[in-house]
Nanobody, 124 residues
């Protein structure tokens, strides 16, 4: 089992920045690929960013490319999402997720562990 706890959400103005953290506990964190997803009210959960277990490869949704950066610290069992140049359309609950299978980085059904989510609100 892996437990994931997100933090760092909040209210920020357009153009501002936030850094989300996801702390993992349980089984070996470094063997899992990690990702961030988000879900806005009335919408489906969507992929945001993914990082492989070594951190060597990262993938981003087109909507956040160039503005968000995913990273991980395996020694601290933590994955981060640095969000810059935030827009009102980034408003959502952000979830971190873990999977052990390779590939399928944007498929919610491939992730077996999920955090409880943290709210990000960007005001215009």
């Amino acid at each position: 089992q892996v437990q994931l706890v997100e933090s760092g959400g909040g209210l920020v103005q357009t153009g501002g920045s936030l850094t989300l953290s996801c702390a993992a506990s349980g089984r070996t964190f470094s063997t899992y690929e990690m990702a961030w997803f988000r879900q806005a009210p009335g919408q489906e959960r969507e992929f945001v960013a993914h990082i492989t277990w070594t951190g060597g490869n990262r993938y981003y949704a087109e909507s956040v490319k160039g503005r968000f950066t995913i990273s991980r610290d395996n020694a601290k069992s933590t994955v981060y999402l640095q969000m810059d140049s935030l827009k009102p359309t980034d408003t959502a609950v952000y979830y971190c997720a873990a999977k052990s299978v390779r590939g399928y980085y944007d498929r919610t059904d491939k992730y077996v562990y999920w955090g409880q989510g943290t709210q990000v609100t960007v005001s215009s």
